[in-house]
């Protein structure tokens, strides 16, 4: 039974910056798109990047182009979403899913989800 935990959600103030992991067991990520969602109170979940395990090449939403990167960890399962310059909009719950493709439409059903990891971004 495949499954994602993210970890790296936390309490940052403007300005600042976190790293996301998203860690995949029981199944390889090799073949996978892995995607970014967050969701914040009252909003809709929002599709914000995608990494392709294949060649690693990545796609951002336009709400954080420039400011978050997506990249594989050392550790072959493992996702990382390095978020910098992070913005009190930002603040949302996070969670990654794993899928042949990358899809930010909200009723795709994505194969694997995570449990999600909160991030806050306040002074």
């Known amino acids: 039974q495949g499954q994602l935990v993210e970890s790296g959600g936390d309490l940052v103030q403007p300005g600042g910056s976190l790293r996301l992991s998203c860690a995949a067991s029981?199944?390889?990520?090799?073949?996978?798109?892995i995607g970014w969602f967050r969701q914040a109170p009252g909003k809709v979940r929002e599709g914000i990047s995608c990494i392709n395990m294949s060649d690693s090449s990545t796609l951002y939403a336009d709400s954080v182009k420039g400011r978050f990167t997506d990249s594989r960890g050392a550790a072959k399962n493992t996702v990382y979403l390095q978020m910098n310059s992070l913005k009190p909009e930002d603040t949302a719950y996070y969670y990654c899913?794993?899928?042949?493709?990358?899809?930010?439409?909200?009723?795709?059903?994505?194969?694997?989800w995570g449990q999600g990891t909160q991030v806050t971004v306040s002074s």
């Open positions: 029981g199944f390889t990520l090799d073949y996978y798109v």
């Open positions: 899913a794993a899928d042949p493709v990358c899809s930010f439409e909200r009723n795709y059903v994505h194969r694997y």
